[in-house]
């Protein structure tokens, strides 16, 4: 679907008929400025993660952990790609973790719970703004949890 559809959804509704120039643009300069947290843009998330957790678990939360690698190994102009040597070649982009809560009656999923973008040069966390470069993806949960007591 294009952004000219009306029954796109999500962003591309947004958009409208915008340059995508502009559109990149545009959210280039709003994540880039320092008055705007990873912390404060997830949390009108976390505060429907808390009121939906009691609606549809009875006993428990299940949380979904899934980490995924964004290739970027063609992208020259990326500075601060992670780069890794592996048997099957050059491994270079970005390592995002994500995990979802999802309910302990139905299956159904509720919301994030937690985002993780690392690049070479700094880790990105809607939880921690002090995760180390270095941590591993079971540390990182660990400290998640930590957090969550």
């Keep these: 679907m294009s952004s000219k559809q009306s029954a796109t959804n999500g962003l591309k509704l947004l958009l409208n008929n915008q340059e995508s120039f502009s559109q990149v643009q545009a959210a280039w ?12 843009l997830f949390e009108p998330i976390f505060d429907t993660l808390k009121i939906e957790i009691e609606k549809q678990c009875s006993r428990f939360v299940l949380a ?5 690698h964004a290739d970027y190994k ?3 102009s990326k500075k601060e790609l992670i780069s ?6 050059v491994k270079k982009g970005l ?9 302990d009656t139905t299956g159904e999923p ?11 040069t700094k880790f990105y966390s809607t939880y921690n703004n002090n995760i180390k470069l270095g941590t591993t ?9 930590e957090m969550d007591k």
């Design 29 to 40: 300069r709003f994540l880039n400025n320092e008055n705007v947290s990873t912390n404060a």
């Design 64 to 68: 979904m952990t899934d980490w995924s």
């Design 74 to 76: 063609h992208h020259t």
């Design 84 to 89: 890794e040597n592996r048997k099957t070649g």
């Design 95 to 103: 390592d995002l973790q994500t995990t979802l809560a999802v309910s």
């Design 110 to 120: 509720i919301a994030p719970i937690a985002h993780n973008l690392k690049s070479d």
């Design 137 to 145: 993806h079971l540390e990182e949960l660990v400290q998640k949890s």
